[in-house]
């Protein structure tokens, strides 16, 4: 029994490493192709350690992508080493079944899943404030929608304050009003938004008023904790900020697909892992057993990308015609779940 702990052990540890330092070589070279990238954005401005700062900041989003992927690599190094030195030969003939030896490997797989979501739920969204405050905000204007207003926000500070706000209140199906905003405050004993230096246009049948004020009042149905996230990538938004998004985004009939997707993505991401180092093992134990290690990480690098670029094929049809997400990134975990279990029952 200590021999079995023993080898769950070395098992478990030797894959999560691997597949640590996989992740850590392509955040490496996705590092670099990011900093060649960005070369030419350098002024007396935007220096060459603003850049690289701003790259840093990018690396926990990469840590996710890249995760699904490296479990592959990294399940099939450790594995594909134990069967060069003819260790897995050893282990089954102590009476270990092919399953038993991947139930290790799957742990660590999931052991990574779940530091994807921690990156993803606490990591993300302070390293995406980081590089709002730190001076990345050239950023197009968001638009939204509430009650019979829409609103154009140039752009949201860190504090969640409002700068260069445009109000157009809709009355009847007819522009009844446009406000310009310098700068807009949430006040939370009086329960709603100060406006600074307001610039009214108000229309009529026959005339165009204008008018000036330093200061106005704005209480829409969302409030600061709601519009925090304009301007925000999905990708850079936690689980509970992601759900709370979309159901403010739900409640004013706006579009939700693309931080739905995001969301079931991530949620999906132990699941992926698992598909993947189910993939690695069918490569070790299967029909390509007796080929080189060289082939073997050459063929589910091949695996891998085609997996990750087919659940970005299928998040993107489903953002496009509409689909659930949830069907749509089910899909090629199902072919290549499928795919993994066919090679590995070649095992003998």
């Known amino acids: 029994m200590a021999l079995f702990g023993i080898i769950n052990r070395t098992i478990f540890w030797s894959v999560l490493q691997a597949i640590?330092?996989?992740?850590?070589?392509i955040c490496a070279i996705d590092f670099l192709f990011a900093l060649l990238d960005d070369m030419g954005s350098i002024n007396a401005e935007n220096t060459f350690l603003d850049v690289i700062y701003s790259i840093v900041l990018q690396l926990p989003v990469r840590f996710i992508e890249f995760a699904s992927v490296a479990s592959l690599?990294?399940?099939?190094?450790?594995?594909?080493?134990?069967?060069?030195?003819?260790?897995?030969?050893?282990?089954?003939?102590?009476?270990?079944?092919?399953?038993?030896?991947?139930?290790?490997?799957?742990?660590?797989?999931?052991?990574?899943?779940?530091?994807?979501?921690?990156?993803?739920?606490?990591?993300?969204?302070?390293?995406?404030?980081?590089?709002?405050?730190?001076?990345?905000?050239?950023?197009?204007?968001?638009?939204?929608?509430?009650?019979?207003?829409?609103?154009?926000?140039?752009?949201?500070?860190?504090?969640?304050?409002l700068v260069n706000l445009t109000l157009f209140?809709?009355?009847?199906?007819?522009?009844?009003?446009?406000?310009?905003?310098?700068?807009?405050?949430?006040?939370?004993?009086?329960?709603?938004?100060?406006?600074?230096?307001?610039?009214?246009?108000?229309?009529?049948?026959?005339?165009?008023?204008?008018?000036?004020?330093?200061?106005?009042?704005?209480?829409?149905?969302?409030?600061?904790?709601?519009?925090?996230?304009l301007g925000r990538d999905a990708e850079t938004l936690s689980l509970t900020d992601l759900v709370h998004y979309i159901e403010y985004r739900r409640s004013q009939g706006l579009d939700i697909r693309r931080h739905t997707l995001i969301f079931w993505k991530t949620m999906l991401q132990p699941l992926a892992n698992a598909v993947m180092v189910l993939l690695a093992s069918s490569l070790v134990f299967g029909s390509m057993r007796m080929v080189s290690m060289g082939y073997r990480i050459t063929v589910g690098l091949m695996y891998g990308l085609g997996f990750y670029y087919a659940q970005d094929l299928f998040g993107f049809l489903s953002l496009v015609y509409g689909f659930h997400p949830l069907p749509t990134l089910m899909a090629p975990l199902i072919l290549f779940g499928l795919l993994a279990l066919y090679r590995f029952k070649q095992t003998p």
């Open 169 to 229: 209140d809709v009355k009847n199906e007819t522009l009844d009003r446009v406000r310009f905003i310098e700068y807009a405050r949430f006040d939370q004993a009086l329960g709603h938004w100060v406006l600074k230096q307001v610039n009214n246009l108000a229309f009529s049948s026959d005339k165009l008023v204008r008018s000036v004020v330093s200061r106005d009042s704005w209480a829409p149905s969302a409030g600061p904790e709601d519009l925090k996230f």
């Open 20 to 25: 640590i330092a996989v992740i850590c070589v």
């Open 73 to 161: 690599i990294g399940a099939i190094v450790v594995l594909g080493m134990m069967a060069t030195n003819s260790e897995l030969v050893v282990i089954r003939a102590a009476g270990w079944s092919p399953v038993k030896i991947l139930f290790p490997a799957l742990v660590a797989a999931l052991m990574i899943s779940f530091m994807s979501m921690g990156l993803a739920q606490y990591v993300v969204p302070t390293t995406s404030q980081l590089k709002i405050s730190h001076g990345d905000l050239e950023r197009d204007p968001v638009w939204f929608k509430d009650g019979e207003t829409f609103a154009r926000v140039g752009r949201v500070t860190p504090a969640g304050d």
